[in-house]
Each structure stands twice: as structure tokens, then as C-alpha cells.
């Protein structure tokens, strides 16, 4: 059996030597456009390398039909440590190599791809796959399986290459919408632009409260960023609104005090810059110092940053159009997996821990 593998991601990497690991007697050929492998897994958690989650669950994803592929989180951390990979978690949850550096991945999966002998090919572009009959054609040469883990279209991807090769498969695709990425704002003083304020984030819509969670948020100069705005956007990106107009932000800036004492501090004409950031105290005291502003500080939203700016697209290969084992429905011998598929995840690992379960389920489970 030949299998090609399209896209040294997490997912492409892990699924080449699962499958190699299950069943050596394969052959496997992993082709990546770039010049060395996991391009994705370089920039995660800006360069610290944030690839899982130690508290990864369905609760975390847009779906719950997943949790038989995230059962294989636990069996893609003993693969890594094969090679002595030591990792640790932080109170969030998010895991990191000791070496807090993605360099320290890259080597483990470079290690395990010689030790299973995978054969890699770099700067192998793929925008076309054709199909003889049983077999798959790439470049001229012919397989009889092939993985495609070409991930979505955010950040670095290429769209033209995801829509060619998706366009040569049989499946639907979902509405693409990014994900993990800032949110455009109603405007804000100048001067807290690149701040950054730790609160607490609710997000509205007509009002009422839809999500709510504390975290950091920063200040930039079109609108509102951080961990805790991409969860936000996660939730809102899942559907695919053309107008936003019905939504909201709202920063509680003293989520640790209770009612009575941010009432005694308005009573009291108490001087914010003891408690808050310059810029957010000078903004409050300016605008009438109402309880409001201190607790229910309300942003209206514009929309979502584009794909360039997101982490993460929302949508892809319809789960309809993909059978139990994520080989395709109407051609079982193509099996996908990660974010090219209509799954997608918070912010904190999670999206690259269900690219490596993705890629060691179907590892196992490939025919």
C-alpha cells in the first residue's frame, strides 16, 4: 500500500507516522510546499509553541461527534514521548515543550518521521490530484491513498491552493469565516491603543448575555484583541453573520469587587488612577465617572478580522460528506482531517490537539 500525505502540519505529520506505526509494511510519502516541515506549528503560541491542552473536550469544539478522535489525545502525547519529549502545562491548561520554543517539536517529529522512515518531500506544491481509476496521481506518480492535511486558509495558507485542491474533491464545503482573530470596534481614546487590561469579557447580543469569560484583553487601534476576544470571535464566527449590529463587548474592569464597593468608589469620587490603567481611569473620569463604565464598559462590533489576522478558520469539509474512519463518502480512499474540515476549537492548543488526534486516528484507523 501507497500513501501519499499532502501538508507537514500537525496533522500531516502525525498522520504519516501513525500510519507507518500501525502499519509498516506502508508506504508513505509526506509533501510540504515549504522548505521544512510544520510551518504551523512554528508560530503557535507566538513562537512558545502552545500544541495542546491538557483539558482538550468536545465542550471546547463546535461539535460533539469528535470525542472517539480526541480520545486519542492520550496516545498522541506517549507518540511524541517516544523520543524523551518532556512538556509541561500552565494553569490554563496549555501545554508547551520545556524548551518553550517550537524548534524543540520540530525536532521530535523529525526524529520520530526518520525512526518510522517516512519519506519526506520538501518544496513539493501540490495544486492538483488526479484520479485513474483506483489509483491517485500526483506529480505522475500514483498512490493508493492519499491524506490531505492542508489545514484551512488562515494566517500564512495559500487560499488559491486550498480552493484548487478542494476543488478536486468530492465534498461540500462549508462557509468559511476566520476564527481566533481580533474583533473591529466601536472607536476608543487614542491613548489605549497597544494596552493591555485584564477583566472580565462578556459577550452580548440584543443584551443578554451569549459568553463570558476573564481574561486579557488588548487595545488596538481598530479594535479589541487577546486570548479572551478570540474566544469571543470563536463563538460568533461559528455563524457566519453579515451584520453584527445586534452585538456587543462589555468590559467589567473590576470583576474582583463586589456591587457595593464599585458603588462606594463612585459615591466616593474615589481617583481611579489607584486602581486602573492611566489611560482607562483618565477615559472614565472624563465621561461622567458612572457605575456603568466600570463594570459594563460597552464596545459595539463592527465585525471580525480577516483571515490574514486569524488563527483559525471556521468551516470547511462538511462532517456529512465524511465517513466515521474521515475517509471521504464518496471516495473512501482520501481521508482528511484538522481545520480543513467543519471542526474548530478555542483558543489555547486546541485546534492543533485535534489536528494531531485527527491525524493518529486515522493513522490507526486507515484501510
Not at 476608543?188 to 440584543?206: A, H, I, M, Q, T
Not at 451584520?243 to 457595593?260: F, H, R, T
Not at 464597593?261 to 465617572?289: G, M, P, R, W
Request: proline letters at 3%; hydrophobic letters at 35%.
Amino acid at each position: 500500500m501507497k500513501v501519499a500525505v499532502i501538508g507537514a502540519g500537525p496533522m500531516g505529520l502525525v498522520s504519516s507516522i501513525a500510519i507507518k506505526k500501525f502499519h509498516p509494511d506502508f508506504e508513505v510519502v509526506l509533501f510540504e510546499k515549504n522548505n521544512d516541515i510544520g510551518p504551523r506549528i512554528k508560530v503557535s503560541g507566538n513562537g512558545r509553541c502552545n500544541f495542546n491542552n491538557v483539558n482538550v473536550s468536545v465542550d471546547k469544539y463546535n461539535t460533539d461527534i469528535i470525542k472517539d478522535i480526541l480520545d486519542c489525545n492520550a496516545d498522541v502525547f506517549k507518540l511524541l514521548e517516544e523520543t524523551g519529549f518532556m512538556h509541561y502545562a500552565d494553569s490554563e491548561g496549555r501545554c508547551y515543550p520545556l524548551s518553550e520554543t517550537s524548534v524543540t517539536l520540530l525536532n521530535v517529529f523529525k526524529i520520530l518521521l526518520e525512526k518510522y522512515k517516512v519519506e519526506v518531500r520538501l518544496e513539493k506544491e501540490i495544486t492538483n490530484i488526479e484520479f485513474e481509476g483506483k489509483l491517485i496521481s500526483i506529480y505522475g506518480e500514483q498512490f493508493d491513498r492519499l491524506v490531505l492535511g492542508i489545514g484551512g486558509i488562515s494566517s500564512y495558507n495559500d487560499r488559491l491552493c486550498y480552493e484548487k485542491l478542494m476543488g478536486s474533491l468530492p465534498v461540500k464545503l462549508t462557509e468559511l469565516t476566520p476564527s481566533l482573530a481580533p474583533l473591529s470596534t466601536s472607536s476608543f481614546p487614542r491613548g489605549l491603543e497597544n494596552r493591555r487590561v485584564k477583566c472580565e469579557v462578556s459577550l452580548l447580543c440584543k443584551g443578554r448575555i451569549v459568553k463570558r469569560e476573564k481574561g486579557e484583553v488588548l487595545f488596538k487601534n481598530s479594535g479589541l484583541s487577546g486570548i479572551v476576544i478570540f474566544n469571543m470571535t470563536s463563538y460568533l464566527s461559528r455563524l457566519h453573520l453579515k451584520d453584527y449590529k445586534d452585538y456587543q463587548i462589555s468590559l467589567n474592569l473590576l470583576p474582583n469587587c463586589s456591587k457595593e464597593q464599585v458603588n462606594e468608589l463612585v459615591k466616593k469620587k474615589t481617583n481611579l488612577h489607584a486602581i486602573l490603567l492611566d489611560q482607562l481611569a483618565s477615559y472614565i473620569e472624563e465621561s461622567s465617572y458612572q457605575v456603568e463604565m466600570l463594570t459594563d464598559l460597552r464596545f459595539n462590533i463592527k465585525g471580525i478580522y480577516d483571515f490574514e489576522n486569524s488563527q483559525v478558520t471556521s468551516g470547511g469539509i462538511s462532517l456529512q460528506d465524511i465517513n466515521k474512519d474521515l475517509s471521504l463518502r464518496r471516495n473512501p480512499r482520501i481521508y482528511v482531517g484538522g481545520e480543513e474540515i467543519d471542526v474548530d476549537g478555542e483558543c489555547g492548543g486546541y485546534n492543533i490537539a485535534f489536528a494531531m488526534c485527527s491525524g493518529y486516528y486515522i493513522g490507526k484507523n486507515i484501510k
